[in-house]
C-alpha cells in the first residue's frame, strides 16, 4: 500500500521567512501526490498536486511543492511566510484502489 | 461553483443510537469519499462511491455504511453508536475519482457521542 510520512509534528516560522513542511513518501508505480490544508473547524482545502512532469509544482495561495523521487520526498515550500498560513497541513498520497492515505499532519505556526 | 455541502454541521448523539450524515456533491462530481478524523487516529478513510457503486472500503466495522444516489449525493450511517465514533466526518467529491485527480472537502460534520 502506499504511504505518506509526515516526520514533523510542528514548524514554527516568523512572517517573512520561507516555511517549509516535510512529506516523504512510500510507493509502488507512478506516485500521485497532494497536499491539504486545514484551519480550525474547517475541512481541507486542496493546495496542490503531482502527477508527473515538471518536479517543482505550484499551486495555491503561493505554496509550491518540490517533487524528488531520489530522497521519495515531497516538501511543501513558501517563499515568504504569512501570519495567515498557520494551519494545519497534510499530505497524501492516491492509492491504486483511489483512496487518499494521508500523513498524521503538521501544524505550522507563523509567529508576527 | 458551490463547493462540497455536508449537512448537519453538528450533531451530538447518546451511545446505542444510530445516525445519517449528508453529503452533496460538487455539480458533475460523480465520485464521494468519506473520511473519519481524530486527534488520535488522524485521517482515516471511509470508504468512497462512484456513479452510485461502492469501489472501495476501509478498515470499519460493519456499523458504517453509505450509499450514493443517482445525482451522486451520498449519504453514511453509523448504526449503535459509540463514544469512539466522536469524529469530524468528512466527505470529499471528485470529478471522475481517478488516481490524478483532486478531491474538494466539505467543512465536515462534527458528531459527538455522549
Known amino acids: 500500500a502506499q504511504s505518506v510520512a509526515q516526520p514533523e509534528d510542528q514548524v514554527n516560522v516568523a512572517e517573512g521567512n520561507p516555511l517549509t513542511v516535510k512529506c516523504t513518501y512510500s510507493?509502488?508505480?507512478?506516485?500521485?501526490l497532494f497536499w491539504y490544508v486545514q484551519y480550525p473547524n474547517r475541512g481541507l482545502q486542496f493546495l496542490l498536486k503531482?502527477?508527473?512532469?515538471?518536479?517543482l509544482v505550484k499551486g495555491s495561495y503561493g505554496f509550491e511543492a518540490e517533487f524528488n523521487k531520489s530522497q521519495t520526498s515531497f516538501h511543501l515550500k513558501k517563499p515568504s511566510a504569512l501570519v495567515s498560513d498557520s494551519a494545519l497541513y497534510f499530505c497524501?498520497?492516491?492509492?491504486?484502489?483511489?483512496?487518499?492515505?494521508f500523513g498524521a499532519g503538521t501544524t505550522v505556526t507563523v509567529r508576527a | 461553483k458551490a463547493g462540497v455541502t455536508q449537512t448537519p454541521r453538528y450533531l451530538i448523539k447518546t451511545r446505542g443510537q444510530q445516525v445519517t450524515l449528508s453529503c452533496s456533491p460538487i455539480?458533475?462530481?460523480?465520485?464521494v469519499s468519506w473520511y473519519q478524523q481524530t486527534p488520535g487516529q488522524g485521517l482515516q478513510f471511509l470508504f468512497e462511491?462512484?456513479?452510485?457503486?461502492?469501489?472501495n472500503k476501509g478498515n470499519f466495522p460493519g456499523r458504517f455504511s453509505g450509499r450514493q444516489f443517482s445525482n451522486s449525493r451520498s449519504e453514511m450511517n453509523v448504526s449503535t453508536l459509540e463514544l469512539g465514533d466522536s469524529a469530524l466526518y468528512l466527505c470529499a467529491s471528485s470529478l471522475e475519482g481517478g488516481l490524478d485527480t483532486e478531491a474538494f472537502f466539505g467543512q465536515g460534520t462534527r458528531l459527538t457521542v455522549v
Open positions: 503531482y502527477i508527473t512532469g515538471d518536479n
Open positions: 455539480s458533475g462530481h460523480r465520485s
Open positions: 510507493v509502488s508505480g507512478n506516485p500521485y
Open positions: 497524501a498520497v492516491r492509492d491504486n484502489d483511489y483512496k487518499l492515505s
Open positions: 462511491y462512484f456513479s452510485e457503486t461502492q469501489r
